[in-house]
């Protein structure tokens, strides 16, 4: 008889434990530092940029403005159509490429430094230290229980962020539609229920993920934490706890031996997890959750100060040069690797034909479309007539007119023979005729080839057609 295995099944009571821990609020403590001003460099820079942006004149028009109604997309000097995806495709290519280069220098440079999550979590946060007070007051404030400064206080603190996840939205909507007019119809309180929608879901978003969510949309909903490890080797340079220098943890006075004592470097004051935007532990290793801000960095540097002991202990380096205890020099030679350099090669060579690409492009753009209701007919004149339509875009910003040629087979004959005039950044549908004497060609069809010119002859472009001629 076979001997049956019982697998005992441990009963976990309330309150012990569970599949799921409960959510625990970061208390970010604030810091000063090398790293937490180029935190703020970013803040200012990238917003500037995202909100200042859409003011700026271009001409007569808005700078930059997606038009997604009119299908024009206005950057600058440029007006790109529908049928120039393959810009955008390029700049995905590229900047995908970048993150890859940066990642295998310097580990999670964009999500530490330039990510709209963290850009919005730091002002968020900011505006909480403002009303709120230091960490210590903001965790009392929680704890505490409900009076008339804490309703204040975090009425205010709400009201602000609302404040500025409102305007945020705004600002994504007046890419698509004219700011000004946005404006306008926003304080008349008649937008377009699109507008209206997307105003306040973007508003809502930014509200969401910057003040509430904060470390949980790094740690569980990006993708980048999960598959960076991917893009990591042991020359990237991460933000890195020395160990062999820290250990064994413990406290110390100011001056004194700590080898003596049998001390490391570390004082255990665990200002480098109070700092942590996400609440880890650097000492405790490479982790995913570490967006690499370099905050844990200021603040051990800040202690290495005070105890007068060098700067240091936790830096940016590499596995290797931790291990090898590498010089600086080292590890900058090391880290400018046949990897880097391949990356760095391609992004380069992309970004110059890219760029080359949209200073030589022709800001002419012609769609030929046969008309369907009458492949070929005989005109009163004997003339067997091809009727097609033409889509002559403008890419520039000033009026053109286009003359209409055909080329391709004998005596054709092309109308309208006057050229077309098509506005700025506009497009036009021309009807076109071309005719042939009847029975000059063999019944089938035929290439023939549209030449649409600008009358300074300066630019041309040429589309293939087919002539049919019946049997």
């Known amino acids: 008889m076979p001997v049956r295995k019982v697998i005992p099944i441990a009963v976990v009571q309330e309150g012990e434990g569970g599949l799921y821990a409960a959510h625990q609020k ?31 004149e271009w001409g007569q028009r808005q700078a930059v403005l997606f038009d997604l109604g009119a299908r024009r997309f206005y950057i600058f000097g440029l007006v790109l159509y529908p049928q120039d995806l393959i810009y955008l495709t390029g700049l995905l290519v590229v900047s995908a490429l970048a993150l890859f280069l940066f990642t295998a220098v310097a580990g999670r440079l964009w999500c530490g430094y330039a990510c709209p999550q963290t850009v919005y979590t730091e002002m968020f946060l900011w505006v909480e230290q403002k009303i ?23 009425g205010l603190k709400h009201g602000v962020w609302l404040g500025i996840a409102v305007w945020t939205g705004f600002t994504f909507v007046g890419y698509f539609t004219s700011v000004r007019e946005l404006g306008m119809a926003f304080l008349q309180a008649r937008m377009d229920s699109w507008e209206v929608f997307w105003v306040f879901f973007y508003g809502f978003a930014t509200y969401g993920n910057a003040g509430f969510m904060r470390e949980q949309v790094c740690k569980y909903m990006c993708p980048y934490a999960r598959f960076q490890g991917a893009m990591f080797d042991r020359d990237t340079l991460i933000v890195s706890y020395d160990a062999l220098r820290g250990e064994p943890r413990g406290l110390r006075a100011k001056g004194s031996d700590a080898r003596a004592q049998g001390l490391g470097d570390c004082v255990a004051c665990g200002l480098c997890v109070q700092v942590c935007p996400t609440g880890i532990d650097i000492r405790d290793g490479l982790q995913y959750e570490c967006i690499g801000c370099g905050l844990c960095i200021d603040a051990c540097n800040t202690m290495m100060d005070r105890l007068a002991t060098p700067r240091g202990l936790i830096r940016y380096a590499t596995q290797n040069s931790m291990a090898a205890r590498w010089s600086p ?6 880290v400018m690797r046949p990897r880097v350099l391949l990356y760095t090669g391609v992004l380069a060579l992309l970004c110059g034909g890219l ?15 046969r008309d369907r209701a009458s492949l070929a007919r005989i005109t009163e004149g004997g003339q067997l007539e091809n009727v097609y339509r033409l889509q002559i875009m403008n890419a520039t910003e000033q009026t053109q007119h286009y003359r209409i040629q055909a080329s391709g087979l004998a005596d054709l004959n092309v109308s309208p023979a006057e050229p077309v005039a098509v506005e700025a950044a506009q497009s036009r549908w021309v009807a076109v005729r071309l005719q042939l004497p009847y029975g000059s060609i063999p019944a089938g069809s035929h290439t023939v080839f549209f030449e649409v010119s600008s009358e300074d002859g300066r630019v041309r472009v040429s589309e293939k057609a087919v002539f049919l001629v019946p049997r």
């Open 132 to 154: 709120e007070g230091s960490r210590i007051a903001r965790m009392r404030l929680d704890k505490g229980s409900f009076s008339l400064e804490k309703l204040l206080k975090k």
């Open 26 to 56: 970061i208390y970010p403590r604030s810091v000063r530092g090398l790293f937490a001003r180029w935190r703020w460099a970013m803040v200012w820079l990238t917003q500037l940029v995202f909100y200042g942006l859409p003011w700026l």
């Open 355 to 369: 760029l080359a690409s949209l200073v030589l492009r022709t800001p002419l753009k012609v769609d030929v479309v």
């Open 329 to 334: 020099r080292q590890v900058v030679r090391r």
